[in-house]
């Protein structure tokens, strides 16, 4: 049985996003090292990305009846510094801005990810209030990060009114409008939809139709599409769990107990116990918990969100919230269209011009373009798992791929040697490391670096250049307040990744 109870007004309300996930069918723009959420692509003109506008439409909600407390991020590990970059961008729009940033060392599904996010904040209402009562019983806002809406006040007023909901010890689960019998969702069944002032009664969930049963959905009223985003108190979710699944909880909880934590400028980073971790059972907050809510000892109630939500789940789907020509067509980048309709393309590196296409679906990278109907944009995910079969580098990293210190382009390759463009932030440095395969000789081309290289320490300006031999330690650093750029040439025998021992490491990597 759960021990529900009204939420004090004082309640504090945590944003959760929820930032795991890889987007296959958003390849090759989402990649395993740079996914779907990290990407810009709603085109609503803010030039958000998808994780960025999950912060901000939750943000939104803070006034004088909602104080917002640190925005929890659940992330795998690897993505840790894209978070912490993009966070920083958003900064000038949100100046109270703070994170806590909850590092999984392997995907479990999202209820182990929620919990982890429940566990912080009950901890961090706990270390304030000085007690656990009610007052630091903190309400959790969890979204997904890589949705988008396209009327933002309408989604601010659905949470609002779930907050309400929240803060009476109820579940709140947001439900989307349906405007198509969609097969790609699973379905939310309200009771009635008379007198929705409190939310509607959640009579029961159903499992992803086919299209015949989703139209009979849409005809006979009452149907919303679960988006996956909830409001809920810490302690709801965490009896609900305990009642349910308490292999989950118990087996989260050790991972939280022996955390490691540390901390980069204003965010944290926390870290759950790996091999812990790796115990926890995979499964969604959906199956785990929410589904066997209607009817029991939980309330769950739903609100209705019509916002112009998409979960930009495939191409065909940033072809619709696309902004569209007259001839349906949507375009990003350097492209050039002739006698085509309703068809998306997108440039990335080069022109790419279209003539006498139709509902297609073409995608440009630099070292990767897809062409696809547009009607079978879901089935991106079997390129993909081809990719994946033939352990192709082109799955998981872009050409030019971001580091916490900046970036690196791999520009040309050959037998024996490898090219590379490398930008270091200002103040940053990569790690103190050496090679064993390879040597590398660095131009500085705009900017000043400082190497290290062996026992010497030595300042490069723009046009010189340094060689640092195989199975030398060195280090590249940028000690000023401009970007560094230099040109990379290594040459050896094998030029992988993965031929790095580092030594020392600002990002905790060695």
Known sequence: MSDITPASSSSQIIPVILCGGSGTRLWPLSRAGFPKQFLVLSGDGSNQSLFQQAISRIHSVSGKNVTLGKTVIVTNEEHRFLALDQLRELKSKHAALSAALLLEPVGRNTAPALTLAALYAQDQSVNANGDSSNTADPILVVTPADQTVTNPAA?????AKSIEIAQTGAIAILGITPNA?????????VQSQANSENGYTVERFVEKPNEVTAKQYLAEGGYFWNGGMFVLKASVWLAALKEYRPDILAATQSAWQAKATDAAGEAEFIRPEKELFKAIPS????????????GSSYPI?????????NDLGAWDAVWQVGKQDTQGNVTTGDTLVSNSKNSLIHASSRLVSAVGVENLIIVETADAVL???????QDVKNIVGQLEAQKREEKNLH???SRPWGWYDSVDEGERFKVKRIQVKPGASLSLQMHHHRAEHWIVVKGTAEITNGDQVILLSENQSTYIPQGQTHRLANPGKTPLEIIEVQSGSYLGEDDIVRFEDTYGRS
């Open 371 to 377: 062409v696809a109907d547009r009607k079978n944009s």
């Open 155 to 159: 989604f601010t007023q659905a949470l």
């Open 283 to 294: 499964e969604s907050i959906d199956y785990a918990v929410i589904e066997k809510c209607p």
């Open 399 to 401: 050409r030019k791929v």
């Open 301 to 309: 109630k739903m609100v209705e969100l019509d916002a112009g939500w």
């Open 181 to 189: 019998p969609e097969t790609g969702y699973g379905y939310i069944k």
